[in-house]
């Protein structure tokens, strides 16, 4: 069965500064997908980054960025340039075309953002 | 971007009370649906995946008499939390896939029901 772990239940950044969360999954399948998610105080999900596992670039969308290193198992989101509105909880998500559309979310990462 | 509108925001009942959960796609057709529970500082935990016009699946561990969901229609999902109990409490929230969608695209998320038992 595949599963998703966040070893870091809480991390905090400078605003301005660099952080990076972690993630490491297990899975045998090949072919998956791999997400970030963003739950703000307001508790709404939100899609921060997403990664193909065929695709051997990381995934970049403006401050955020991914490493990810398939042989290793590991997802690890690095956020650039941290801004106060960047507190929230972080997901990891895996999904698969053998799972259907069904997410398996990692326990999460509280971040917070010091001024 | 697609929207979802879950609503209630926030539910506060008594025991014994039974409560429904609406999740509407406003501005595409979703075959599948997801309904997730969330405890206090812990992740999400998929209830059950619905199909339009099909009954759900029920993952392990979860009551299909208890939480009641009906998939009537490519934009409407409910979730109905029956005799709900102090234990029911929690954060409920739904996601669409657009039909079609594959692994590759995102689900489409609630901003989620707080429900709370006296």
């Known amino acids: 069965a595949q599963t998703v772990t966040q070893s870091q239940p809480e991390m905090s950044v400078q605003e301005a500064e660099t952080v990076t969360l972690s993630c490491t999954y297990d899975?045998?399948?090949?072919?998956?997908?791999l997400f970030w998610y963003k739950q703000p105080p307001s508790r709404q999900m939100i899609l921060v980054i997403r990664?193909?596992?065929?695709?051997?670039q990381n995934a970049t969308e403006n401050r955020f960025s991914v490493n990810f290193q398939k042989a290793a198992k590991s997802f690890s989101l690095k956020i650039s340039d941290s801004q106060l509105g960047d507190a929230a909880m972080y997901f990891c998500?895996?999904?698969?075309?053998?799972?259907?559309?069904?997410?398996?979310f990692g326990t999460g990462t509280r971040l917070k953002v010091l001024a | 971007g697609a929207v979802v509108s879950q609503h209630p925001s926030w539910v506060i009942c008594k025991s014994g009370t039974s409560v429904k959960i609406e999740c509407r796609s406003l501005?595409?057709?979703?075959?599948?649906m997801f309904w997730y529970r969330q405890f206090p500082k812990q992740s999400l935990m998929l209830m059950a995946t619905?199909?339009?016009?099909?009954?759900?699946?029920?993952e392990q561990g979860v009551e299909k008499d208890k939480f009641l969901i009906n998939h009537a229609s490519l934009t409407l999902s409910t979730l109905t939390v029956t005799s709900a109990h102090p234990e029911d409490s929690s954060f409920y929230i739904c996601?669409?896939?657009?039909?079609?969608?594959?692994?590759?695209?995102?689900?489409?998320f609630g901003d989620g029901t707080r429900l709370s038992i006296l």
């Open positions: 990664q193909e596992a065929y695709k051997q």
């Open positions: 899975t045998s399948e090949s072919d998956y997908y």
């Open positions: 619905s199909n339009e016009g099909s009954k759900a699946t029920y």
């Open positions: 501005d595409f057709q979703a075959t599948t």
């Open positions: 998500a895996y999904r698969s075309p053998e799972r259907g559309l069904k997410y398996i």
């Open positions: 996601s669409f896939s657009r039909a079609g969608a594959g692994s590759n695209q995102p689900q489409h």
